[in-house]
């Protein structure tokens, strides 16, 4: 049997786990000296290149000022002004299947507050418990592409479209890059 006590810290528990502030993902490296913090040889990338190609391969070697991709049994250099992006596939956050999963197990516990305080308490906490176990588990399990390395000088020129809607408006956003 829960005390007020054991009530007030389980639900003082609950509203710091949902309240948690975020982490931000990462920033991409800028150069490649800080792209040498992020991965080693041996780990499989993919390069684009200042014209838009995409090359994927294990990194052979990685200075300041060169990266070099094992391709097809040959070896690819990218000296880092001809770099764009590189990117690599990642494990995904935990966080968010930490929430999603504390959010669904306290819903589904929360059906114990029918029973009273103390069981709807109870309940509400296990089930978070058990929410939040399957949403990390989840997320431990996936994987996402992730831009880990970004040359701003290396842009692209475009032109982007974008629709607006407001209020019974409708217009056009018009965002220009070089």
Known sequence: ML???GVRVLLSALVVAVAAPAVDAQEPATSLDQLRVLVKPGDTVTVTDETGRETRGKIASLTQAS???AVDGGLRSFAEG???VVRQR???SLRNGVLWGLGAGAAFGAIGFVEG???GVASTALYAGIGVGIGVGIDAALKSTQTIFFNPARTQAGLTLRPVMSDGRVGMSASLSF
């Open 3 to 5: 005390t007020r006590t």
């Open 67 to 69: 990266l070099e991709l």
């Open 82 to 84: 001809n770099v764009r």
């Open 90 to 92: 990642r494990p995904d």
């Open 117 to 119: 305080a103390e069981v």
